[in-house]
């Protein structure tokens, strides 16, 4: 089991990746950089590049709307290249409010458009002409959309690796099912391994009846919260206002994922109630009603034993990287606890 950790978008980056080093020297096997709406993902992930020996750097997530199939693979490419074959293209569909709402692009079929992207990506890997007529991206255009001087290009420099690895972050059942056919790595959001066979493991089955074996076993990344001590049971608070965010905010009724995911889980009321009071602006009192044996399941907060347990019970569901979230006072604390885990799941 790998050990990763993602780090914060909206934080202070430099600090964080000068940090960086010594989770590295402490067993930290991959580090993950999301984006948002904050700094692009892409200059960081160079940063940390150079900044870094060993560590395996993952996207976490791209948004497949705000960028074309082939500069996705591009980019890629480039960092595959800068990191001496360390990287992994992290892809997600995002959500409406961030792609209307801040790169004003029609958030429209996600799966059709995701398989797309990965199919060109690779494409562009190989060094083969790019060639794509599909129902989302047609490369190069036809004469009728352009001026008609297009023509297949294949990339100029060669890649590290013809097959980079991609992870999907999914959590609906179709998306799942794609993520288990076409990625190397599925990601999911708030994991509880005791119901994870429950939510996915019919989509994970379609999906892994369709895999290439090339592709190897599916890579499943959990993400936790991580404190061990006999006084941490308190720091669970600290998950409240983000579970809120997710279940209650983030989409109107009956378009929310993480609320739909909640119900999966048999939060049906709380999720209900979360969502009502979020969307009317109570955002305490939201995030007041989320289940405490949630924030309990999907962390590794609490003694070591308990800890044990949990990774016991993550591996027993499939999952083979565990992205944590190392919360002590202080920098030398959290890089114990990198240390720690690292000896857990070894």
């Not at 509880?192 to 074996?213: C, M, N, Q």
Request: aromatic fraction near 8%; charged fraction near 25%; glycine fraction near 10%.
């Amino acid at each position: 089991m790998r050990i990763g950790m993602a780090l914060n978008y909206s934080g202070d980056f430099k600090g964080a990746a000068a940090e960086l080093g010594d989770y590295e020297k402490a067993g930290l096997d991959i580090v993950f950089v999301p984006e948002a709406y904050s700094f692009d993902a892409v200059s960081q992930m160079g940063y940390l590049a150079a900044k870094t020996e060993r560590l395996e750097i993952a996207s976490g997530i791209l948004p497949i709307y705000s960028r074309t199939p082939a500069l996705l693979a591009m980019t890629a490419a480039g960092m595959d290249y800068v990191s001496d074959g360390r990287f992994t293209l992290g892809l997600g569909a995002s959500g409406p409010q961030v792609i209307e709402g801040f790169h004003g692009v029609p958030y429209t079929a996600p799966l059709g458009r995701m398989r797309e992207v990965i199919e060109i990506c690779r494409t562009v890997w190989r060094r083969e002409r790019l060639r794509h007529e599909g129902r989302h991206y047609t490369v190069p255009l036809p004469p009728e959309q352009g001026t008609g001087l297009g023509k297949p290009l294949k990339i100029i420099n060669h890649p590290v690796r013809s097959r980079i690895p991609i992870v999907v972050a999914a959590i609906g059942p179709k998306n799942v099912e794609l993520a288990a056919e076409l990625a190397e790595g599925w990601q999911p959001i708030f994991y509880v391994p005791e119901k994870a066979a429950d939510v996915w493991g019919a989509s994970l089955a379609a999906g892994r009846a369709k895999r290439d074996p090339e592709l190897g076993e599916l890579d499943v990344i959990a993400q936790a919260t991580l404190a061990i001590g006999d006084d941490v049971a308190g720091l669970l608070e600290l998950g409240r206002p983000m579970a809120a965010l997710y279940i209650g905010g983030m989409g109107a009724k009956g378009k929310n994922f993480y609320n739909n995911l909640a119900r999966r889980y048999g939060y049906e009321k709380e999720a209900e109630r979360i969502q009502d009071l979020y969307l009317e602006g109570k955002k305490e009192e939201a995030a007041a009603l989320v289940p405490a044996e949630l924030l309990e399941k999907m962390s590794l907060v609490g003694s070591e034993g308990f800890v044990r347990d949990r990774v016991r019970a993550l591996r027993e569901s499939g999952v083979s990287t565990l992205n944590v979230t190392p919360i002590a006072r202080t920098h030398e604390e959290r890089v114990r606890l990198i240390e720690k885990i690292k000896d857990i799941v070894a």
